[in-house]
């Protein structure tokens, strides 16, 4: 990531990479360009759907950005893991399993995430555009809350704001399940999405007038994954060859580590991993739906807020006594995970978690609040300073010759493998929709 980072800025030209999950000033949503894939149709389809975000929820939403961690475990991990648990089943069916397991298991505890590491605790006012909001105001240019930990993770963020009109909710309780539960919401229309229309005066406005265009647009703060093939389904993908890795989409761009993300934490999200993995996992019941959507919502909104208290199986108690509970039961992962190295990477990121629910204003948020009125600056300025920081860093690095001429081979690739893509191309992308979209799962 270093090397990958240094090699941009090197190369922006009067540009800075902007360090935060929440966007600088806005200028409306006609400020806000779409992002551009080429000529192809493979290409074209991007764009179209992230117009199609842009009519849906607005343009702003895609400004937003955070950190995805992608975790799977070493594929000699899973013929014991199996052997132990006495399972006759194929392979790859059993790991589809564990996966999901652990996925049920992570949206229940991934309330500790954004406790954590939640890095946006104010925006600019800009970002708004006008609408009313319950934050309160921080200097004149900024909104914040005063115990939040991720706003990006709260309701003015990128949700799926129609899924309780439009009665959709993602299936956890097995990989099929899931599947199948993605594959009706792409294929079910909704009629506030008709009235946008598909195609208008011959521009594609979204791909089509469905709940959901495509897999991507269902937000969860964590997906089971499999790597596509050129232009295969992600749906199809996880049934022909089931799931190959998990996405962790909760955490926040680290404001405070030049990477956007510490190894600390890393080190803690492995360990969180095997544990999730290891624990008792039954489906998820309606009820305890509500209450992961509770706990969340107020720990995004309220996370360091003195005696707050979650729900958990009908009954309530506090955002500490449960964090506690959950770091202890974690410590004997860490041990394992650490073991046979030189280092206690894992434990010691584990400690450093238990020092931040111990003092809620070691957490990045607070840090963040803390910084901006040590400065007297709004949420812009305060942002835009730790950019200018992070990119002093990475231009004071040395370049690595090597590292750089491997990464300029990679671009060439890449331009060249748009190229012929784009050469390859032979129907019309009303054709290519059609046959895209005809991928039954």
Known sequence: MRELEHFVYAKLDKELLWSASMPCVVEGESSIPLARYGSSNAGLMKTVYRRGLGYRYGRVM???AGAHFNYSFPDSFWPVYQELEKDSRPQQEFISDAYLHLIRNLQRFGWLIPYLFGSS???CKSFMCGRPTRLEELYDNSYYAPYATSLRM???GYQNT????????ANYDNLDSYIQSLARAIETPHSPYREIGVKVDGEYRQLNANILQIENEYYSSIRPKQV???????TLALK???VRYVELRSLDINIFDPHGISETQCRFLEALMAFCLFQESPVISDLERREIDFNLDAVCYRGREPGLRLQRNGESLTLKSWAEELLEALSGFAESLDAGRRDTACQ????EQREAVRDPEQTPSARMLADMRAHGEGYFHFAKRMSEQHHAYFMGLPQDRES???????VARSVADQQAIETADRQSFDEFLQDYFAQKV
Do not use: M, T, W, Y
């Open 154 to 156: 709260c309701d003015i």
């Open 348 to 351: 010691d990121a584990l400690q």
């Open 121 to 123: 605790p104010a925006i």
């Open 404 to 410: 750089f001429a491997a990464i300029e081979a990679a």
């Open 162 to 169: 129609h899924e309780s009109e439009a009665g959709f909710k």
């Open 240 to 242: 022909r060859r089931g």
């Open 62 to 64: 895609q400004v937003i």
């Open 228 to 234: 596509p093939e050129f232009n295969e389904k992600p």
